[in-house]
């Protein structure tokens, strides 16, 4: 018998999180204040995010529980399936094992609830009302506006126009959830009306959005913003897939020789990747450990390692990170949760220490293995995970001309059911590969602050 | 711990199929020849059917085996989850407890792959080169195409022109599973060309498509025709809904007091209620059965138990059934596979057996309790099955009011996420719910064939 799914019992899900931090040779830099340049403290963040996801954002601790509240709602989805992709690797011809950790199983389509909920959560216990988020490709919003509703809370979601208006339906699945959402820029805050003096159709950005809800929040002592993905407690939060997997692949009897995972702001690679490190570090296996990054936006393998905004508008603190420059703008690829100017700074101290390695591939590279991965395995991917399933077709291609039957491990983190617009342009032939000029890297990169 | 899924290994999935004729206290009426009026024989459907499939049509076998090929795609997605809605019976505020078997994990997104995997695979073992097919809401379109890619076989579908102008998302999904989508009617038929001469914008309608899907599988030999509901090996193939469910049901330690599912051509309710039926007729359970259908299409509980027409046109076998007449056009609902004028032969021939009842619930009652299943179990459910969930939540409100513990089973036959034009109609106050006139149902009636 072909056997397609491990799958765990709820009971063996994972009750908590793993801190990479401790079991590195060193720490990452910390976060600077963006006028004295000085280390920020935990109280700096309070205005914006209650004390737990503080302290998790600075814990030293190798391990934190999971509240049984979120492990309740974790298992309406969780564990979360590991699959062996035998239709693909056959399509490939490749003496390569594929196994592939789904997420968009989950209630928002990928990994994004794992970190909404104890988001969601946290926020419910500090006494707060009111969520404010940014969101892009739609994702993220969607997960908030779950977790939200679960916890009692009110969500409002600033979504960049350009997307507001080519993907209706995410904001509609937003709002069936009981979210409320805002094209942004929009009239209800000071930035969203400063760009809209400036220009009445503006199509909006990923830094303006999160300047919206970023304001909101602070002058409402009563919300709270949050974040999908950047900072070590929303990494912290999805390292639930890695540790499922781990399990899920000593049921299928595999150590994994090649970890491969998509990377925007970095959270559901190092969902899948850091569990995975602590055992290489530990010794226990040695993978290789690869992001895939889109050639559009390529702050792994074409950015700069300093100190940079997180946002467009220059309002967070500085954070120390692989960064093409916090205004450059991407092109407008399909991967709209690729579309970050940096890189999650524990992340990027992991690239620095040479724990990982990275790639960057052209978006029409990623829509075939995309559609070659729906028709041999019956998921039709997000954008966003086709570049890791290019970066395994590579692998395992390279597999077939060597022999090895090496076992390449990759994170699915969810489905392109609302994407296929996406879909759309690349099998009509309209989708093309925008090269990205040096010049424009250039010009970019000396935005970056210069740190005295 | 609250246990929200009941899941079984790969090792735990049905390997057979069951026929429910042969418990039936007595066998449905035959087909009949539109012309003759006589019992049509298995030949008659050699043109669009391989014999594999025919024979399965007319099998007096209580169980009929499932072939390896088709059990090791199943296992793509199958066993499906069974759940427990905890969230949704905390906000009702029931004693009941309310179990949904959900069928959106599968590659289409719904049950309907349980089916057209085997008739994709039968008709690739007859040599066949090519499907044909119709679709409405674009659900079974999807699966065939999914299947048919993995069977190696064309795949062509006619998609009701409004459909494949208000749901293009559909169309892409289609072309993603590598198939090919035309707008009915089309100029590739006589039978569309036919309907563009009288009216060169015409709509299209299910019935249209259906025409033009048979007239292409009948004039050439390499190629057949497959129906994605009504017909009693569609029925067959589903039933493996309804027997994982008994597995999981006793995983639970329940016996279920009431079954509830949503009914257009019958087969995903068939899926879930025939095995249970089973097991009623045998004495070991006695759960009521209930069918829900849209208050605008409602064939069981308006319709008359006559020989009719499988579509508009008249062009298929009579066959005896619940119908509102085949010229009967339904509103334009949201619930699109839903929307068609008879009920499955079978079914209906169950229902005259008074073996299960039925009632019909208006649109807008069953969005409101599909927001309100997203709220609380965080799936966006398909137009079709929040008519199974508003059934479930009349019943766990009357157990509410009476203070019964019953335990409910449901349907879940799939998700929303290319459905969600729906929900923004509803969620934005624009949907309404239209009464059919008596005279209109008198005037449909009437259209049914007099047999002599």
């Known amino acids: 018998m072909v056997r397609h ?19 590195l040779p060193s720490p990452p830099p910390p976060p600077l204040h963006p006028g004295t340049h000085e280390p920020i403290g935990p109280e700096a963040l309070a205005p914006l995010f ?21 492990l309740d709602v974790y298992r309406l989805w969780r564990p979360s399936p590991l699959y062996r992709a ?28 794992n970190t909404a909920v104890p988001q969601a959560y946290y926020n419910a216990q500090a006494g707060v009302r009111r969520l404010t988020t940014e969101t892009g490709a739609g994702q993220w919003g969607t997960a908030l506006a779950f977790a939200s509703a679960l916890f009692g809370l009110e969500c409002e979601v600033w979504q960049v126009g350009a997307s507001y208006d080519q993907k209706p339906y995410r904001r509609t699945m937003i709002e069936t959830f009981g979210g409320t959402v805002h094209r942004s820029p929009s009239e209800l805050t000071a930035a969203g009306r400063a760009v809209l003096g400036e220009r009445a159709d503006h199509p909006g950005s990923l830094g303006i959005a999160i300047s919206e809800a970023v304001e909101v929040a602070a002058q409402d002592p009563d919300t ?18 890695g540790e499922e997997a781990l399990l899920q692949l000593e049921l299928a009897g595999e150590t994994p ?28 296996m040695s993978p290789v450990i690869r992001a895939v990054e889109p ?81 041999t395995e019956g998921i039709v991917p997000a954008p966003e995970p086709t570049h890791a399933l290019a970066g395994c077709v590579r692998e395992a291609l390279a597999c077939k001309d060597s022999g090895e039957e090496k076992v390449i491990v990759t994170a699915l983190c ?15 032939g309209r989708m093309v590969d925008e090269a990205v000029s040096p010049e424009r890297f250039a010009s970019a990169l000396a935005g970056v602050p210069a740190l005295g």
């Open 257 to 284: 020789d090649v970890v491969i995972g998509c990377t925007g702001g970095g959270s559901n690679f190092a969902g899948l990747a850091f569990p995975l490190l602590r055992e290489k570090l530990a010794g226990r």
């Open 295 to 375: 050639a559009s936006c390529p702050s792994l393998t074409q950015g700069v390692y300093a100190y940079d905004f997180g946002d467009t508008a220059g309002m967070t603190p500085l954070m120390k990170m692989h960064t093409l420059g916090h205004d450059f703008v991407p092109d407008p690829i399909h991967a709209g949760g690729l579309r970050y100017h940096g890189m999650a700074p524990l992340l990027s101290h992991v690239y620095e220490l040479g724990l990982l390695e990275a790639i960057a591939v052209p978006q029409s590279e990623c829509f075939a293995a995309g559609v070659q991965f729906a028709r």
């Open 414 to 428: 969810g489905h392109g059911h609302l994407d296929l617009a996406a879909y759309d342009a690349y099998l009509s």
């Open 50 to 70: 209650p004390m737990a996801l503080i302290e998790q954002e600075v814990t030293a601790e190798r391990y934190v529980d999971i509240p049984e509240a979120v």
């Open 5 to 23: 799914k491990f799958l765990l019992d709820e009971e063996q899900m994972p009750t908590r999180w793993y801190n990479v931090i401790p079991d």
């Open 224 to 241: 709270r913003y949050a974040l999908g993905s950047v900072l070590n407690h929303v990494l912290l939060h999805q390292t639930v897939i």
């Open 86 to 113: 035998h239709g693909l690797e056959k399509a490939l011809g490749t003496p390569a094992r594929i196994y592939y950790k789904y997420e968009g199983v989950s209630p928002a389509g990928s990994h994004k609830p």
